[in-house]
């Protein structure tokens, strides 16, 4: 009889190990369901930039520009200062909002963003999932935002929403042109 339940025991143990291990397996993160890529602009296999949305803050008429045209494999999202007085705070955005449920690993940038003038920065903000902001990168006058990849946590509070900004930092006024004539803040943003 102790033969009996000793087997009775293992076999019974072994299935409730087994149960377990398929519980597990089927409440497994959503994240664990695999990762996808969200291309931008030139970047797209249909040119799209519905993936980011544009707004700009209070003032942005007429102080920024923005045209460009973007298709697969070329074309770049252009935007700029115009060439009058650019209210301090004023900005130019482009946001993404990570869908629901899922978050952001990495951000994969190509373009060339110039700020000029004085107060002029281009910059990449990141939102996590507690509500926490932070700068990602960022450039001002003379500095050059270029290509570029940045890895985000992939676990703790993730990584949910970005923002590349055209602004202006100051807390007056930036000059739309720099000394030379140039613009004072330039964007081509390929994808």
């Not at 980011?52 to 923005?66: D, K, R």
């Not at 110039?114 to 932070?134: F, H, K, T, V």
Request: proline share 6%; net charge positive; charged share 15%.
């Amino acid at each position: 009889m102790r033969r009996k339940r000793s087997i009775l025991h293992a076999v019974t143990a072994a299935l409730t190990v087994v149960a377990i291990m398929v519980a597990a397996a089927s409440a497994a993160a959503p994240a664990s369901a695999g990762v996808y890529a969200v291309p931008f602009c030139d970047r797209s296999s249909t040119g799209s930039t519905a993936s980011w949305s544009h707004s700009n803050t209070a003032g942005s008429a007429p102080f920024f520009y923005t045209d460009g045209w973007c298709s697969p494999h070329s074309g770049s999202l252009y935007r700029r200062f115009e060439v009058w007085t650019v209210p301090g705070g004023a900005s130019d955005d482009w946001t993404f909002d990570a869908p629901a449920g899922t978050y952001i690993s990495q951000l994969d940038m190509y373009g060339n963003a110039l700020p000029r003038s004085a107060g002029a920065m281009n910059a990449i903000y990141q939102w996590r999932q507690d509500g926490d902001r932070a700068l990602t990168a960022a450039a001002g006058p003379g500095g050059i935002l270029q290509n570029a990849s940045y890895n985000f946590p992939l676990s703790g509070s993730k990584v949910v929403k970005l923002r590349s900004s055209l602004a202006c930092q100051s807390s007056t006024s930036c000059p739309g042109t720099d000394p030379n004539g140039n613009y004072g803040n330039e964007h081509h943003w390929n994808g």
